[in-house]
C-alpha cells in the first residue's frame, strides 16, 4: 500500500479499515531498511502506529508535529514522501536519521538533543494564535526525555496558555495488560469526548458559586481520575490529562486524537508503546537492536566472528571500575548512557556507587560537584555534545568552585551517521576557556587510560575527550599510572616542519611525517598547553602545524598561536582541524578525508601552504 502514499493527504483518504495494513508495510519498510544501513531500530518499530495516527487525524504539515530527539521518525519520513530516499538512512549526502527543517516541509522542527519538542510545539501554538492561524502543535516525547528539566519548564508555561497544544507522551517503559487495556481505551475516549469536557465545564460553574462544593467536586475527580490513570501531576500543570491508552492500537488512538482536536487548552495524551514492537527480536532484546549496524532480519544481530579492537569506551569502562576498586571515593555518573558511554561492568560491580541521573544534563554536573564537596571523586561519562547541555553549570558549579570532577567525553570529533546533532566538534573551544578547566586528548588507547588516571589524581576539574569506536589497536594495559600534567611528547625528530597533534590525529601525522621528514609532537594536553614544548619547536623548526579532530577556531590551533604571540615569536602556522561548519552525517572516514584529516589531506593542505619548504 505504501506505493500509493506519497503524502499524509494519500493517507488521509483511505479508509480506516485500511491503516493497519499500512503500520504493517511501514513496519516492514523500516526493518528492511534499517538492516541494510544500520540506524535507531527498535524505537522506530515502536511508533509506527503513532505516527499513522497522527498524520491520519491531523492535517500535516499545516498542524505542525515536533519529534522529540527524533529518533523515532523513520516512519513519519516513509509516510512524507521520502520512502524511496530510505536505501540512503544516514549515508553521506542521504536522508538525515532525525528530522531536518531543510530536508522535508513535515519536519517542522530539527532535532536530535532531547526534552526540547515542548518548548518548540509551545512556541509554534502561539505564534498560530498570534498570527489569527488555526492549527495544532502537537509535541511527541519520550518518557525518557520527560525526566529533562526542560520539558517540565516547558510544561510550566504552557499550562497558563490558551492555545492549540497537544504533548503526547509515548511510554514505552510500561506494559498495559488486555483487561487494563481495554478499560483505558474507554476511559480516554470518555475524556477527550466532547460530553465529558463539556459536563467538567458547566459543573465548574455551577460550583464556583459555591466554592466550598467545588473544592470537594475537584478533589473527588482527582482522587476518582487516580484510580483508573497515573497520576494526575500534568493536571496540576494546566493540561488535560488523558490516558494512558494503547499505542499499538489504532482503534483505540484515532476516536481519541479526533476527540482532542475538539479540545480547547493545553491537552495531554499518554500512550504506551512497546520498543521494537511487531519485531521479536527487537522486543526481547531493545537495547542492543536501539541503534544497530547491518544484519540479517531474519537471523538477527551476531557476534562478529574476530574480536574487535576495544573502543574507546570499553577501555574507559574498563578503567573506572579498576579505579573503583583502588579507590572507594569513585563515583560513577551518566546521564541516561550506561552502554553508550561502556558503564555496563561498572553498574555490576558497583552498583551503590553508579548513579543513571536520566536525560538530564544540567542536574548530572551540578548533581557531580556536590558530591565532590563532600569529597567523593566523581567521574561524569558524557558525550561531547550532551556536555554543551550543562555547561552553565560546567562553569558555575564546578570549574568556579574548581572541584575535583573528572568529565569522561566520549563521541569527541565527528561520529559519522549521526551528524552534525552529535558531533563533538566543539569541545576543546569552549573547555579551555575556562579557568581551572583542564583538557586532556589521548592518541590511542594506553594513552586514554593513562590520561584518564592522571585527570583523576587532579584536584581541579579535567576533561578528557576520545573518539567513537576503536583506535589504532594499541594494547591499553591494565595499571592506573599517571603522566605528567600538560607535558607534551616528541615522536619523531625531523629537521624544518614540526606538526603538534592533539589526540589521535598523531597516526596520520607520523604518516605524513616520513614523507616530509617532519618533527612530531604528541601534545596530549590541549590545556594547560606545554609552553615550553611548542617554543622550543619554533625556535628549531621554520614552519609549524598544529592538527586536531575538532574546531579550528578556539580550539588547540588557536592556542598554539595565542602562545607564540604572548612570547613574541612570529612563526608561520598552518592550523587544521574541522571547519567552519556542520559536518553533515556520512562514513567517518569518508568525512574525515574530505574535511581533509587523513594522512593525504594533511599532506596535500602542507604541500599547498609551503610548497617550496616540503
Not at 509506527?48 to 491520519?56: D, G, N, P, R
Not at 570532577?405 to 561520529?415: E, Q, Y
Not at 575527550?465 to 607535558?487: C, F, Q, S, W
Request: proline share 6%.
Amino acid at each position: 500500500m505504501l506505493e500509493s502514499i506519497h503524502s499524509p493527504a494519500d493517507l488521509r483518504k483511505l479508509p480506516r479499515a485500511d491503516l493497519p495494513r499500512v503500520a504493517a508495510d511501514v513496519r516492514q519498510c523500516v526493518l528492511d531498511n534499517v538492516s541494510k544501513t544500520g540506524g535507531h531500530l527498535s524505537s522506530n518499530l515502536g511508533t509506527v502506529e503513532l505516527t499513522v495516527a497522527l498524520h491520519y487525524v491531523f492535517n500535516t504539515p499545516e498542524d505542525r508535529i515536533v519529534w522529540d530527539v527524533g529518533h523515532q521518525t523513520y516512519p513519519h519520513k516513509i509516510l512524507t514522501g521520502r520512502r524511496e530516499r530510505m536505501p540512503s538512512l544516514r549515508q553521506l549526502g542521504g536522508l538525515s536519521g532525525f528530522p531536518r527543517r531543510d530536508e522535508s516541509e513535515y519536519d517542522t522542527f530539527g532535532t536530535a538533543h532531547s526534552s526540547t519538542s515542548i518548548s518548540a510545539a509551545l512556541g509554534m501554538a502561539i505564534a498560530a494564535r498570534q498570527k489569527g492561524e488555526s492549527r495544532h502543535a502537537i509535541a511527541v516525547i519520550g518518557d525518557g526525555a520527560m525526566t529533562a528539566g526542560m520539558a517540565f519548564e516547558a510544561m510550566n508555561n504552557a499550562g497558563i496558555e490558551d492555545c492549540k497544544l497537544l504533548v503526547i507522551l509515548n511510554d514505552n517503559d510500561m506494559s498495559i495488560s488486555p483487561p487494563v487495556g481495554a478499560l483505558n481505551r474507554y476511559l480516554a475516549q470518555l475524556m477527550s469526548g466532547r460530553f465529558y469536557s463539556t459536563a467538567k465545564n458547566m459543573g465548574k460553574n455551577v460550583l464556583k458559586s459555591a466554592p466550598p462544593l467545588f473544592e470537594l467536586a475537584k478533589r473527588f475527580e482527582q482522587h476518582a481520575k487516580g484510580m483508573v490513570v497515573p497520576a494526575t501531576m500534568f493536571e496540576q500543570f494546566g493540561f488535560n490529562y488523558i490516558g494512558p491508552i494503547d499505542g499499538h492500537d489504532l482503534d483505540s488512538l484515532i476516536p481519541t486524537l479526533e476527540n482532542i482536536k475538539q479540545l480547547k487548552g493545553p491537552q495531554f495524551l499518554h500512550v504506551i508503546t512497546k520498543k521494537g514492537q511487531g519485531y521479536k527480536l527487537a522486543e526481547d532484546d531493545p537495547v542492543n537492536y536501539h541503534g544497530p549496524g547491518k544484519f540479517d532480519p531474519k537471523v538477527g544481530l551476531v557476534p562478529a566472528a574476530t574480536a574487535p579492537k576495544p573502543a574507546f569506551m570499553h577501555i574507559f569502562g574498563q578503567w573506572l571500575c579498576d579505579m573503583a576498586a583502588q579507590d572507594t571515593r569513585l563515583v560513577g555518573i551518566t546521564p541516561a548512557m550506561r552502554e553508550g558511554s561502556g558503564m555496563v561492568e561498572f553498574h555490576k560491580r558497583f552498583p551503590d556507587r553508579y548513579y543513571d541521573v536520566g536525560i538530564a544534563e544540567q542536574h548530572a554536573v551540578t548533581f557531580a560537584a556536590g558530591l565532590a564537596c563532600e569529597g567523593l571523586k566523581p567521574v561524569v561519562a558524557i558525550y561531547s555534545t550532551f556536555l554543551q547541555r550543562g555547561y552553565d553549570q560546567l562553569i558555575h558549579d564546578v570549574a568556579l568552585q574548581n572541584l575535583p570532577v573528572v568529565f569522561a567525553l566520549d563521541r569527541a570529533g565527528l561520529v559519522g551517521a549521526d551528524g552534525a546533532t552529535h558531533a563533538g566538534a566543539y569541545d576543546i573551544a569552549f573547555l579551555r576557556c575556562i579557568p581551572n578547566m583542564s583538557v586532556a586528548c589521548p592518541s590511542d588507547e594506553r594513552e586514554c587510560r593513562l590520561l584518564l588516571s592522571t585527570a583523576y589524581a587532579q584536584n581541579h576539574p579535567v576533561a578528557v575527550r576520545y573518539p567513537r569506536g576503536a583506535g589504532v589497536g594499541v594494547e591499553a594495559g591494565h595499571g592506573l599510572d599517571t603522566l605528567e600534567l600538560g607535558k607534551a611528547e616528541i615522536r619523531r625528530e625531523g629537521k624544518d616542519l614540526c606538526i603538534l597533534a592533539f589526540g589521535t590525529l598523531l597516526y596520520p601525522a607520523l604518516q605524513v611525517a616520513e614523507k616530509l621528514n617532519a618533527t612530531v609532537v604528541n601534545m596530549r594536553w590541549a590545556k594547560p598547553l606545554d609552553i615550553d614544548m611548542v617554543l622550543r619547536m619554533a625556535a628549531r623548526h621554520h614552519h609549524l602545524v598544529t592538527l586536531e579532530d575538532a574546531c579550528v577556531m578556539g580550539g588547540a590551533g588557536s592556542a598554539v598561536c595565542e602562545t607564540l604571540q604572548s612570547a613574541g615569536v612570529l612563526k608561520p602556522v598552518l592550523s587544521l582541524g574541522l571547519s567552519d561548519e556542520f559536518i553533515e552525517h556520512g562514513d567517518p572516514a569518508k568525512l574525515m578525508a574530505l574535511q581533509g584529516l587523513d594522512a593525504v589531506g594533511i599532506e596535500a593542505s602542507i604541500r599547498k601552504k609551503w610548497p617550496s619548504a616540503v
